[in-house]
């Protein structure tokens, strides 16, 4: 599960320590097994995994992300299509 496909706010009533490395965040205030928990265990491991990640591949992860979120704006978003296509722009 890629992190963008989680809500972050779901972190707000969590309190985190912080412990040197993304890895080793500790969460105080939830139990084992819970729904909070399991997407806190699935954020870190991705963070664990990205973090390892070559340039390249971040430079190709964020080309992707950037490419879906002009797509979704230019879909979803009046101004944004209005505002694209004045410029003779369209994402793609």
Known sequence: M?????????LQPVTLVYRGSVSQY???????GSD???KLEAILRWFE???????????TYQEERLKALVSHAYE???YYREKMKSLNL???
């Not at 890629?2 to 779901?10: N, S, V």
């Open 2 to 10: 890629a992190y963008d496909e989680l809500h972050a706010d779901f």
């Open 26 to 32: 500790l969460c105080v205030q939830i139990t084992t």
């Open 36 to 38: 909070l928990g399991k």
């Open 49 to 59: 995994e990205t973090e390892k990640w070559s340039y390249e591949d971040l430079l």
């Open 76 to 78: 979803t978003v009046p």
């Open 90 to 92: 369209s994402p793609g």
